[in-house]
């Protein structure tokens, strides 16, 4: 969901101690409270999902999933949380060959008046029940606490959006934009708050949900839709904690960069970065607009990236994955990239695809710094705008639609090359995602430079891997880096989509050189801080709309 306000400034703001940059001020609000009273970054970002998840329902919530990347002040060190949606057990590579119509009934209650479902899809992977994987947000919600947090008690994390929704939840313009007429309407979700109430409550809220009173409310509801999501597989469900040697780490010049590790795409992300900072070393432009020299080097350096894409998957079911991740971002890998990159544009096999990948969407990220230094960058998601568009009607909770995010050996492609097998569906396997949440660490200081991360399906890696170059590389500004129109190019389809902004001779000159471009209203969202001196600078993406502002002290 993308919004172009004119003047498309993003909202941003220095401070001293702490900073937020989220989706919504309500919830960098919350989250400035948690801080204020003892909370660090991870139990701010805590209170952030659950508040993106009610205020945000489109894009998160406890329906779906998460990547966090955490950087420790006190070890010096990254950590990463993989609450990433799971294939269920009866799941298999064929089960949407015959794309055959599902029960579809489950209701999006956002009103107590208003109710809003799909049924009669003909696109099981994509809507109804059967495109729902194993949700992990909660999981990974409790897992950071316990091994994050404890600074403040869990309920207090939760307290903020319950209050809100006790009084109601104000439509902003990306939910209006969403899920029209109701702007400037109040949702109450009576369901979704008694559900977040209990969880709360709750001495262990994972037992509840994935083992509890919930389950069996859940896979009741599943059963007597068509779904196939048993107890067996709420039971089975672990978020995982990864400390950094499991991590992508890459090396940038006094500084280091962590990610999540496949099926996370922080690896395609970093490669694009580091393939940059080698092509603009001794440029003296600061404004990559004027020179089509730098854009077609990053459209080029993008391609190769994503074409290797292909062959990742979730690492606990392609052994070679984690080694392919770490490939892309060696030097040898850069070398060979930076040699094959001429004055125009390859043709499409010049990048040597294998397979086409999967696409995703409907994502929320943010960013928190903290006045110890812990930071955080997330970006959770439930795939489709409100998932595969069903919701538990006893508890609220809205289901994501992640099965889509799989490769399918009968999936239309029209672009040559074969689904990619690397992220064909296993049951308990993890489907690949755009995700690259990013947080970059001085390395002289041990103190963390920047946190970006971004939404908008496979626009993450581009949105999050220019922003960095433009900030780490050529000394943007990060209002800047934000503000600048975008541009993107995955390989499949091999057309370059941009924003309105570039220099038209910036546009000529990339046609002449056999790039085929398309503009279009907006590209991606994103949110980042960059540490400045003394100061912290956060910055939220007017393209999410005017709600998307940051907050600290």
Same mark, same amino acid.
């Given at each position: 969901m993308s919004l172009w306000v004119s003047p498309h400034f993003p909202i941003h703001g220095y401070f001293s101690a702490a900073a937020i940059a989220t989706d919504h001020v309500r919830c960098s609000e919350f989250a400035r409270d948690v801080m204020i009273e003892g909370g660090n970054a991870v139990e701010a970002a805590i209170t952030i999902l659950v508040c993106l998840g009610v205020i945000n329902p489109m894009s !998160?919530? &406890?329906?779906? %999933?998460h990547f966090m990347t955490i950087y420790n002040a006190t070890t010096r060190s990254c950590f990463v949380v993989d609450a990433r949606e799971a294939a269920p057990l009866r799941a298999h590579e064929r089960m949407f060959d015959s794309n055959l119509t599902g029960s579809e009934t489950g209701m999006l209650w956002l009103t107590d008046f208003v109710a809003i479902g799909r049924k009669n899809s003909s696109v099981d992977h994509c809507l109804g029940w059967k495109a729902v994987a194993v949700p992990g947000e909660l999981y990974g919600l409790w897992e950071e606490y316990k091994n994050f947090g404890g600074n403040v008690p869990w309920p207090r994390l939760i307290e903020p959006t319950l209050k809100m929704m006790d009084v109601g939840v104000p439509v902003s313009q990306a939910l209006e934009a969403? @899920?029209?007429? +109701?702007? *400037?309407?109040?949702?109450n979700c009576e369901r979704q708050s008694s559900t977040l109430e209990m969880l709360a409550r709750a001495k262990d809220p994972v037992k509840d949900f994935y083992r509890g009173k919930l389950t069996k409310q859940f896979v009741k509801e599943f059963k007597a839709n068509g779904g196939i999501i048993t107890a067996e597989d709420f039971k089975r469900y672990r978020a995982i904690i990864r400390n950094q040697s499991e991590l992508i780490v890459t090396e940038l010049h006094g500084r280091y960069i962590c990610g999540p590790p496949p099926p996370s795409s922080s690896a395609v992300t970093q490669s694009i970065i580091k393939i940059m900072d080698d092509y603009i070393t001794g440029l003296n432009e600061t404004k990559p607009e004027a020179n089509a020299d730098i854009y077609h080097y990053y459209l080029e350096a993008s391609k190769f990236a994503y074409a290797v894409r292909s062959e990742l998957g979730d690492g606990a079911f392609v052994p070679q994955a984690m080694k392919i991740a770490k490939n892309i971002t060696s030097e040898e890998f850069l070398q060979y990239v930076r040699k094959s990159i001429g004055s125009r544009a390859l043709p499409l096999d010049g990048y040597q695809p294998h397979s086409v990948p999967s696409s995703d969407d409907g994502t929320s990220s943010f960013m928190v710094l903290?006045? $110890?230094?812990?930071?955080?960058?997330?970006?959770?998601? #439930? *795939?489709? &705008?409100?998932?595969? %568009?069903?919701?538990?009607? !006893?508890?609220?909770? #809205? +289901? *994501? !639609? *992640?099965? =889509?995010?799989?490769s399918s050996p009968k999936k239309p492609n029209f672009y040559g090359y074969p689904p990619a097998p690397a992220n064909f569906i296993r049951p308990g396997k993890r489907p690949m995602s755009s995700i690259s949440p990013l947080i970059i660490v001085n390395k002289a200081t041990d103190k963390v430079e920047l946190a970006v991360g971004a939404a908008g399906g496979s626009r993450i890696i581009s949105t999050v891997s220019l922003i960095a170059t433009k900030v @780490?590389? @050529?000394? +943007?500004? &990060?209002?800047?880096? &934000?503000t600048s129109s975008r541009l993107h190019n $995955? @390989?499949?389809p091999n057309v370059t989509l941009h924003e309105p902004g570039f220099q038209q001779h910036v546009i000529d000159e990339l046609n002449s050189r056999g790039h085929s471009l398309k503009e279009i209203s907006a590209l991606s969202e994103a949110t980042a801080i960059f540490v400045d001196g003394e100061k912290l600078y956060a910055a939220c =993406?007017?393209?999410? %709309?005017?709600?998307? $502002?940051p907050c600290g002290y």
């Amino acid at each position: 969901m993308s919004l172009w306000v004119s003047p498309h400034f993003p909202i941003h703001g220095y401070f001293s101690a702490a900073a937020i940059a989220t989706d919504h001020v309500r919830c960098s609000e919350f989250a400035r409270d948690v801080m204020i009273e003892g909370g660090n970054a991870v139990e701010a970002a805590i209170t952030i999902l659950v508040c993106l998840g009610v205020i945000n329902p489109m894009s !998160s919530g &406890l329906g779906g %999933g998460h990547f966090m990347t955490i950087y420790n002040a006190t070890t010096r060190s990254c950590f990463v949380v993989d609450a990433r949606e799971a294939a269920p057990l009866r799941a298999h590579e064929r089960m949407f060959d015959s794309n055959l119509t599902g029960s579809e009934t489950g209701m999006l209650w956002l009103t107590d008046f208003v109710a809003i479902g799909r049924k009669n899809s003909s696109v099981d992977h994509c809507l109804g029940w059967k495109a729902v994987a194993v949700p992990g947000e909660l999981y990974g919600l409790w897992e950071e606490y316990k091994n994050f947090g404890g600074n403040v008690p869990w309920p207090r994390l939760i307290e903020p959006t319950l209050k809100m929704m006790d009084v109601g939840v104000p439509v902003s313009q990306a939910l209006e934009a969403a @899920l029209e007429p +109701w702007v *400037n309407a109040c949702c109450n979700c009576e369901r979704q708050s008694s559900t977040l109430e209990m969880l709360a409550r709750a001495k262990d809220p994972v037992k509840d949900f994935y083992r509890g009173k919930l389950t069996k409310q859940f896979v009741k509801e599943f059963k007597a839709n068509g779904g196939i999501i048993t107890a067996e597989d709420f039971k089975r469900y672990r978020a995982i904690i990864r400390n950094q040697s499991e991590l992508i780490v890459t090396e940038l010049h006094g500084r280091y960069i962590c990610g999540p590790p496949p099926p996370s795409s922080s690896a395609v992300t970093q490669s694009i970065i580091k393939i940059m900072d080698d092509y603009i070393t001794g440029l003296n432009e600061t404004k990559p607009e004027a020179n089509a020299d730098i854009y077609h080097y990053y459209l080029e350096a993008s391609k190769f990236a994503y074409a290797v894409r292909s062959e990742l998957g979730d690492g606990a079911f392609v052994p070679q994955a984690m080694k392919i991740a770490k490939n892309i971002t060696s030097e040898e890998f850069l070398q060979y990239v930076r040699k094959s990159i001429g004055s125009r544009a390859l043709p499409l096999d010049g990048y040597q695809p294998h397979s086409v990948p999967s696409s995703d969407d409907g994502t929320s990220s943010f960013m928190v710094l903290d006045r $110890q230094g812990n930071a955080v960058a997330c970006t959770t998601t #439930i *795939n489709f &705008l409100f998932g595969a %568009g069903v919701a538990s009607e !006893s508890t609220g909770v #809205i +289901w *994501n !639609s *992640n099965m =889509d995010d799989f490769s399918s050996p009968k999936k239309p492609n029209f672009y040559g090359y074969p689904p990619a097998p690397a992220n064909f569906i296993r049951p308990g396997k993890r489907p690949m995602s755009s995700i690259s949440p990013l947080i970059i660490v001085n390395k002289a200081t041990d103190k963390v430079e920047l946190a970006v991360g971004a939404a908008g399906g496979s626009r993450i890696i581009s949105t999050v891997s220019l922003i960095a170059t433009k900030v @780490l590389k @050529l000394g +943007w500004k &990060l209002r800047d880096a &934000l503000t600048s129109s975008r541009l993107h190019n $995955q @390989l499949f389809p091999n057309v370059t989509l941009h924003e309105p902004g570039f220099q038209q001779h910036v546009i000529d000159e990339l046609n002449s050189r056999g790039h085929s471009l398309k503009e279009i209203s907006a590209l991606s969202e994103a949110t980042a801080i960059f540490v400045d001196g003394e100061k912290l600078y956060a910055a939220c =993406d007017f393209r999410q %709309g005017v709600e998307a $502002q940051p907050c600290g002290y």
